[in-house]
């Protein structure tokens, strides 16, 4: 059963609590049209349901979400996926900053470009570990203080010198792992970062994302994997760890 | 009543801009939209807008926008205004009633030129304005002279931005700029004055961020005649513009190189020629760096500049759809006023999205028509 609410010039304050309202009767998917910039949609909410956004849905996006589907049918803004815990996020569009800050868990799919600091502090613990793959390419200070989680950079369709990720990539990370779609510069990289070979085991990861990624936005799967990837790990996984107290 | 630097102000904020590439005007009704849709990035404590191109009936004449405490210091203002201006029409500014703004102080507009026989010989039209705003700002208390520029104008006040742009009639107006601050302000001594734009001649910043380098930029600005009076960072970058585009006549390319300098770990990289020009830059503006986190758009009578800090610390978009560019904090105060941009982009940390009128190369062009205008006073007296 699918809900339909038009969400054009709903404050976003409403917005939310109609969504709460429609989710709790059970519904398998809910769709918002006209979405504009309300803040906060799908925040903290648990549950296996599917959003569907059509729309530019504001900053905030699905912060602490807890196993919700969000479908984007538009750009997202920036700060989407904040802490988020479980669910899936698929973005027909870009996304603006900060995109997955501190987030523990779930998977979030760009078809685009994505801003600056997009997968800040993500982090990863046992079954907790949080993806997010951009097709086209990303900000500055990408993966900074990263420390656990995957992230897939494909560079599709990049114009003639367009870099795959911008400068500073991985400043201060010191966990999970970073494959890109293409050449990086050493210039490019944070100090506690370097790049390593894709090994079998690293192929099989990205594959499984890949695949989703195609999938997701109708994109041929043999052909984005037609071009080799990098690896990109921390040198030390507690770089600061004697920054303060020298044991 | 605590004004500004009397109290700290970290700020959050919301800007957005709309500029016709052709100059074609258009009513204040779509940026007040556009403002209005991030409407929670400000707290109603500060709103306001630039419009350019508002006033073509006293295009030559300066359009002095000024908050007064009370009737004295207006009277007191008035007086040095009648010395210094032959003042063509003085009104207060149309308002309306809305019933979110509080007790607003009394506004008034002057449209005037300067007395031929009171510029100094060393002095430009343009620094007499200067220096007859300063002199108000800084000596006459309860009195702000917030709009200074020809054939355009700042409105704003304590408020929500949609608020203040319906409390000044701003859909009555037409111009061919518009760029519109709402302010978020965590604590405010809630004076008028303290609102965005920031505006000095033509020039207006609108400004989302808070810049660290404040104290390094305002006593380099002094030694140039300016006095911060509002002791905020945004009347700083104001005059820093002021003093790299048309005081020392800098290309804009350069300004923007100084307040947003790159990296020396990117000016390595670069060839030798350039090399050389951003390290005499960095080296001979360093005073004038803006550090910190910021997002601004600087308007001028011949179109406007955005601009984020190095780091991109505050968010930015920007849109083109056929003559109009678009810029903003968050896209979906473009689309709301513009449904299908042609184009879409965030503009990375320190590259500028510059917004030129058709057949112009340069924000400034103050002082083109200003010998002829010196010239026709003197004969008139």
Redesign the interface.
């Known amino acids: 059963m699918s809900v339909v609410i038009d969400a054009k010039g709903i404050y976003y304050k409403d917005l939310n609590e109609r969504i709460r309202e429609v989710l709790r009767t059970g519904v398998n998917e809910l769709v918002l049209d006209n979405v504009n910039g309300q803040r906060y949609i799908g925040d903290g909410i648990s549950g296996s349901q599917t959003l569907v956004i059509n729309g530019t849905p504001g900053n905030d996006m699905a912060a602490y979400m807890d196993g919700l589907k969000l479908i984007i049918n538009g750009n997202a803004q920036d700060a989407i996926g904040n802490t988020m815990n479980d669910g899936i996020i698929i973005i027909h569009g870009n996304a603006g900053d900060t995109l997955g800050y501190a987030m523990r868990g779930g998977e979030i799919y760009v078809k685009g470009n994505v801003g600056y600091r997009v997968g800040i502090h993500m982090k990863g613990y046992k079954d907790k570990n949080p993806v997010i793959v951009v097709g086209g390419r990303a900000g500055d200070f990408f993966a900074e203080y990263m420390a656990g989680g995957i992230q897939i950079v494909l560079g599709l369709d990049l114009p003639p010198g367009e870099k795959i990720v911008g400068d500073f990539c991985g400043t201060g990370m010191h966990g999970g792992v970073i494959y890109l779609r293409g050449e990086v510069e050493e210039y490019q990289l944070g100090k506690e970062v370097k790049v390593v070979p894709v090994e079998e085991e690293d192929l099989i990861i990205i594959s499984k994302y890949v695949k989703n990624y195609a999938e997701f936005f109708n994109i041929d799967y043999q052909e984005i994997m037609q071009k080799p990837f990098v690896k990109l790990i921390p040198y030390n996984t507690r770089p600061y760890g004697n920054l303060y107290a020298k044991y | 009543m605590l004004k500004e630097g009397q109290v700290r102000i970290p700020a959050g904020c919301a800007i957005s801009g709309i500029m016709n590439k052709k100059g074609e005007v258009f009513s204040g009704r779509d940026i007040i939209k556009s403002i209005a849709?991030?409407h929670?990035r400000s707290n109603g404590l500060g709103g306001g807008f630039a419009a350019y191109g508002i006033y073509p009936e006293f295009k030559n004449h300066y359009a002095f926008h000024l908050f007064y405490e009370n009737k004295k210091v207006k009277q007191e203002t008035e007086f040095v205004l009648n010395k210094l201006f032959n003042i063509e029409l003085a009104e207060p500014i149309p308002t309306r009633d809305v019933s979110s703004i509080g007790k607003a102080p009394l506004i008034w507009r002057y449209f005037a030129k300067p007395k031929a026989n009171q510029i100094q010989a060393n002095e430009t039209e343009a620094e007499y304005v200067v220096n007859f705003v300063m002199k108000i700002n800084s000596e006459l208390e309860g009195a702000y002279v917030f709009s200074s520029g020809k054939n355009m104008g700042t409105f704003k006040g304590v408020g929500y931005p949609e608020d203040i742009g319906d409390f000044y009639r701003l859909d009555e107006y037409k111009g061919y700029i518009w760029t519109a601050h709402g302010r978020f302000p965590t604590n405010t001594p809630g004076w008028w004055g303290g609102a965005h734009p920031f505006s000095l001649l033509d020039w207006t910043i609108v400004h989302n961020g808070e810049i660290s380098s404040y104290d390094a930029n305002r006593r380099y600005l002094e030694m140039y005649g300016y006095k911060c009076t509002l002791q905020t960072d945004t009347e700083a970058i104001t005059y820093i513009f002021d003093l790299l585009l048309r005081k020392f006549g800098l290309p804009l390319d350069s300004a923007i190189n100084i307040v947003a300098a790159p990296f020396w770990?990117?000016i390595s990289?670069m060839n030798p020629e350039q090399q050389k020009l951003m390290k005499s830059l960095r080296a001979v503006f360093s005073s004038l760096l803006i550090n910190g986190p910021f997002s601004i758009i600087l308007g001028s009578t011949n179109g406007f500049m955005a601009l984020n800090d190095r780091?991109?610390l505050r968010?930015l978009?920007a849109a083109e759809k056929g003559d109009n560019l678009y810029i903003a904090s968050?896209?979906?105060?473009i689309?709301?006023i513009c449904k299908n941009p042609d184009k879409?982009w965030?503009p990375?940390?320190g590259e500028p999205v510059i917004g030129l009128l058709d057949g112009k190369e340069s924000l400034y062009c103050f002082d083109e028509t200003q010998e002829e205008e010196v010239v026709r006073h003197s004969v008139a007296l």
Request: proline share 0%; no cysteine.
């Open positions: 849709v991030m929670d770990s990117k990289r780091l991109k968010s978009v968050e896209e979906s105060a689309l709301e879409t965030a990375r940390g």
